[in-house]
């Protein structure tokens, strides 16, 4: 899709006309206007949509994750960001369960998306189509009150120097992965080159759900799951498939960059109502 590669930009008179067509099938939010979507505190009701793709999209109809469920603990409630399409409310809710199963928990669930999705003002270039959430690493919490599930402490378990995983990842860790990478649903989910090595390196029954599971920096201390466009969802655009395999042959750590992007601001425009109404 187009839209993914275009950015807000003023228009010379010159190319305003060849630029028509894309107006139409664009908005492009100015830099000074793109905090709304950090400022609308509701979803918008009604059938829900996903209109764009996960680094650049909106949300109709976003449900919020309930703080407390079976396995897992909403946190960092307060940046309220716990909204998602419902298959992924449901996916949580069915991963918590799993976890509990397993024997352990609650996992905390940090960040999903805005209530209307939308670029947020800090922390990441997606999450803006209500299908990503982050998970972290942390698992020896019990349950808490909600005034003590912010800011909480989220060790970093790869040695930077040595790049390999520290004492305090555990089999647990591994099991919490292929848990969450073991559904039909998920598209993706990014962790660290030194855990998807880990993971790699174990036994497992079943190993199609390694191919779901990508390296890719800044996931030392959680993983990041991302589904896959929901049925019928005909507005929403799916990232291309992983590669074929394991993708455990090479396992190539990507470089944390010095400076990390900002989020595309550029949205498909039937957005434009999404933020208004
Ligand atoms: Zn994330």
């Not at 006309?17 to 939010?29: D, E, G, K, Q």
Request: net charge negative.
């Amino acid at each position: 899709m187009l839209y993914r590669y275009l950015t807000y930009r003023p228009f010379r008179a010159v190319t305003l006309f060849a630029s028509l067509s894309l107006v139409t099938a664009l908005w492009a939010t100015a830099a000074s206007a793109a905090d709304d979507w950090s400022e609308v505190t509701d979803p918008l009701p009604g059938e829900p949509r996903i209109i764009g793709h996960h680094g650049g999209a909106c949300l109709v109809g976003a449900e919020q994750l309930p703080a407390d469920g079976v396995g897992y603990q909403a946190v960092d409630m307060k940046r309220n960001r716990h909204y998602g399409h419902p298959v992924l409310v449901d996916y949580i809710e069915d991963l918590g369960r799993r976890v509990d199963a397993a024997g352990f928990g609650p996992v905390l669930v940090g960040d999903m998306a805005q209530p209307r999705g939308g670029p947020m003002p800090y922390g990441h270039v997606s999450h803006q189509s209500g299908l990503d959430v982050d998970i972290w690493f942390r698992l020896d919490l019990p349950l808490l009150d909600h005034s003590q599930r912010e800011g909480i402490d989220q060790p970093i378990l790869v040695d930077s120097r040595t790049q390999r995983l520290d004492g305090r990842w555990s089999d647990r860790h591994a099991e919490l992965i292929r848990l969450a990478a073991d559904d039909s649903r998920v598209s993706r989910i990014f962790v660290d080159a030194a855990v998807k090595r880990d993971l790699c390196e174990r036994e497992w029954d079943d190993r199609s759900w390694l191919r779901r599971v990508r390296p890719w920096h800044s996931h030392d201390e959680h993983l990041h799951v991302r589904l896959r466009c929901p049925p019928g969802a005909d507005e929403c655009v799916d990232q291309a498939e992983p590669p074929p395999g394991e993708g455990c042959r090479a396992i190539v750590p990507t470089p944390r960059p010095e400076t990390y992007p900002s989020p595309s601001r550029t949205l498909p425009q039937a957005c434009r109502a999404v933020l208004r109404e």
